[in-house]
């Protein structure tokens, strides 16, 4: 049966997802197996221990996202017998799905739900965002997000063969039609009318810069995770990812950043005495 994209993806992965007695949200590594198709469990441990070591090397504790257990399951008889399994996080998850079978279509689909989550959780625990009240501290604090991961994202283009000025801007054009429906940068100038000697970035309020900054981190990962190399292939994963982002909008209810009002230029909320001062 193919399986549909959005709410019902939602849903899926949402419907296993368990609460413990701390309301802590967590995932059972044998529902998930089961959810991505695998048909037995031993083939999906090798998964789960790629997912650990892309853990350790993000610099993250295995055991904070990984917990092994025993789950006693009835066999009949009232008799019960020990099944090992794994308690994960919601970025245990996410781990896991990037580093699953890439040819299964729940694979694929669970790799946008998890990271658009995780990215989302990221930004919620971050303490700096959570003490930001008004939209416009939020706009210079994710301004100042996307600077820094937009450096990260031409390192990592670099690297797969996007090396000139003209090779980088075609780049990024890419993202942006994969974003905003097909639309370029110089289409997105002309459609929110901005003259073109403005930066797209510094006219996006909160939302929109959001969602570009999961476009850019998101790209970037798939660019080194994959080993991309050849300026039409990162051309076209970071279209690839532009158009995972937008579905995800659209399955949230979100309104198209193409449709998202013009803000006000960023440079002029920049001042001394901003304790978010964009860089």
């Not at 959570?130 to 820094?148: A, G, P």
């Not at 970035?201 to 900054?213: I, K, P, Q, R, Y």
Request: positive net charge.
């Amino acid at each position: 049966m193919k399986i549909k994209t959005s709410n019902k993806t939602k849903t899926v992965f949402e419907k296993i997802k368990k609460i413990d007695s701390k309301k802590n949200e967590y995932w059972s590594a044998r529902d998930l197996a089961k959810i991505l198709e695998y048909s037995e469990y031993r083939h999906f441990k090798a998964v789960i221990d790629k997912a650990k070591e892309a853990c350790k090397n993000s610099g993250q504790k295995i055991i904070d996202h990984f917990e092994e257990v025993l789950d006693m399951v009835g066999i009949g008889s009232g008799a019960s017998r020990p099944l090992d399994n794994v308690i994960l996080s919601r970025y245990a998850c996410y781990l896991i799905v990037q580093n699953a079978s890439p040819d299964k279509e729940i694979v694929a689909l669970g790799q946008t739900y998890f990271a658009v989550q995780t990215r989302i959780q990221e930004i919620q625990q971050t303490q700096d965002y959570n003490d930001l009240v008004t939209e416009e501290e939020k706009r210079l604090f994710l301004r100042n997000e996307m600077t820094s991961h937009n450096k990260k994202l031409a390192d990592a283009a670099k690297k797969a063969g996007v090396i000139t000025p003209i090779d980088y801007a075609i780049f990024q054009n890419h993202g942006y039609m994969g974003l905003y429906g097909g639309l370029d940068a110089k289409k997105i100038h002309k459609n929110k009318g901005l003259k073109k000697s403005e930066n797209i970035l510094d006219h996006m309020g909160s939302t929109e810069l959001a969602a570009n900054l999961f476009r850019a981190t998101q790209t970037e990962e798939k660019l080194k995770r994959e080993n991309i190399v050849g300026k039409a292939k990162a051309n076209q994963a970071h279209n690839e990812v532009g158009k995972k982002v937008r579905a995800t909008i659209k399955e949230l209810g979100g309104t198209m950043p193409e449709n998202l009002p013009v803000a006000a230029s960023i440079k002029n909320l920049n001042s001394p005495k901003k304790k978010n001062k964009i860089t």
